[in-house]
């Protein structure tokens, strides 16, 4: 989590470094500040809180002026959020600004007081600060060097010398960089959003990587000051699509661009009606050599994964464990070359996701991400990567990152399906043919927007509320809570609908209102009898269908419609209501929906 950015050039850097930075919020905004180089010393201003505060803070007091500077957007880990534990940090010689955890920021911290140097903050990163100046020798890369042998942990760090006033440095393990390559002026970012209005060039730093970024130049090395050369990147994503573009928050222009990133994802896996993964490398042939598959994620994105498990199951018959990844990784699993393990994740930085993936990789097992973010870290260290292409998703609520994600779970199923000779050649091009629709169908579901937002505002007095379903309206009614919870802090619990006789039902009264999604027209009848032992029970039911579900009056209070489509595609268009009503709550409620409190975008700690 935190955001960081760095901006060496001729222009005066305190508003494009906060420009920067706003992009950059959905990785925390517990506090943000920025060091200017300023008439020969470094001149630094924080706040806590949103980055808002710092710009009203510098509006009615000092704003730096300046044209190299370093900036950073905090998501609180040691030491609460307060103006004093915001970075940057250091003192008047080195200032830093860090993303990551330094995990022996204690004994290093014993060693420099005994050493004479006094901390102000509680964070781990003012000891990594002090470290560099007791290091500091007047060589700032060999500094740097001898400080990271030193440190166990993560970090993206950007670094100003007060000694190097035309020149910022950076370096990073564990934690995204990017260096943004301009024209008379470079930048550093945690992430490609932050720098697109600027340049679309940029290189990725590597793990253990040193980096001298000046105006018209920069120098990448090892930490053994070896040079390292660097092919450029090219961002391929639209500087509008980081804006929220008319829209009142990220997170509704988000839903409303499902259609276009479930075609932009879906389009080049299909070739001639049939699916073809082939670019990321994965054969057909090896795909059906593996024995069973996991799929291990966090929140939105293992949610996605839930859906791939019935979908692939069903279709191709191959078992397939759904796993969270924070517990997969510290549960010894049972790995072996004949397993497959697929990681889902947004960002590609997840920091669970990524110690799973490494721990697969260490047991031979073979590893497939589906990750958004390009050229992350998981989709780096992955045998075989799948790209989705959504675009930069801002708000913290995921919303188009996972219908993306069950387009690429559909493929997958599709594919293997085939494979595995458990649907005909027919049968496969019905589905894809199925999975092409959907972009348009999507659009046709967004029109239930006034019914969500009306049913948004008998819900946002609730304190409590179940999501039931059976099936993969079950697995699709977990991202609904999800999503509710996250954003509108009204507690929810999803559930199997058929389980609730069996403890859960005892908390239904008229205080407490069901969502039940009913998709699945093979269980329609028997969710349609769990939604009736609830309302039998006071509650108010909302009920999600498809458009020619009979609907009986006495099961539901409130009816929103999805199009008609098969049973096994309905997850990608019921997420839609489900999303709208999360979002409608959060708006009616006054929270704020993109940025929900204590949450960051890019989970990067364990
Ligand atoms: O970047 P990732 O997809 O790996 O992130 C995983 C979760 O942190 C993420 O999906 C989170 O649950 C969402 N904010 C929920 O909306």
Known sequence: MCGIVGY???????????????????????????????????????????????????????????????????????????????????????????????????????????????????????????????????????????????????????????DFPDRIFAARKDSPLIIGVGKDENFIASDVPAILKYTRDYYLLEQDEIAVIRENDIQICDLHKKPIRKELQTATWDVDAAEKGGYEHFMLKEINEQPVAIRTTIAPRIADGMPSLEECGLTAEELMRFRRIFIVACGTAMHAGM???????????????????????????????EDLVILISQSGETADTKAALMLARENGAKTLSVVNVKGSSIARESDYVIYTHAGPEISVASTKAYTVQLSVMYLLAFELAYANG???????????????????????????????QMVASK????????????????????EGSLKLKEISYIHSESYAAGELKHGTISLVTDAMPVIAVATQMDLYDKTVSNIKEVKARGAN??????????VDPEAADYVIRIPDVEDLMTPILAAVPLQLIAYYTSVLKGCDVDKPRNLAKSVTVE
């Not at 005909?424 to 019914?451: F, G, M, N, W, Y």
């Not at 819900?459 to 977990?478: C, K, P």
């Open 307 to 337: 859906v791939g498990k019935y979908i692939i199951e069903r279709l191709a018959r191959v078992e397939v464990t759904v796993d969270i990844a924070s517990e997969f990784r510290y549960r010894n699993p049972i790995l072996t070359a």
């Open 8 to 162: 060496v050039g001729r222009k005066n850097c305190t508003d494009i470094l906060i420009d920067a930075l706003s992009k950059l919020e959905y990785r925390g905004y517990d506090s943000a500040g920025i060091a200017v180089f300023e008439k020969g010393s470094i001149s630094v201003e924080k706040a806590q809180g949103k980055l808002s505060n710092l710009c009203s803070k510098m509006e009615n007091g000092h704003k730096p002026v300046g044209k190299v500077g370093i900036g950073h957007t905090r998501w609180a880990t040691h030491g609460e959020p307060s103006d004093i534990n915001s970075h940057p940090h250091g003192n008047k010689r080195v200032t830093i600004v860090h993303n990551g955890i330094i995990e022996n920021y204690k004994q290093i911290k014993e060693f420099l007081e005994e050493q004479g140097y006094s901390f102000v903050s509680q964070t781990d990163t003012e000891t990594l600060a002090k470290l560099l100046d007791y290091y500091y020798d007047g060589d700032p890369v060999e500094t740097i060097a001898k400080t990271l042998a030193e440190v166990e942990g993560s970090y993206a760090l950007g670094i100003m010398f007060r």
């Open 541 to 550: 039911v909302v009920l999600i269908c498809k458009k020619s579900a009979e």
């Open 459 to 478: 819900l946002m007095n609730a304190e409590s509320l179940l999501y039931i379903g059976r099936g993969l309206d079950y697995a699709l009614s977990m």
């Open 422 to 452: 458990k649907i005909t050649e027919e049968e496969c091009r019905q589905h894809i043919a199925s999975l092409q629709q959907i972009p348009e169908l999507v659009t046709e579901t967004l029109e239930c927007e006034k019914d969500c």
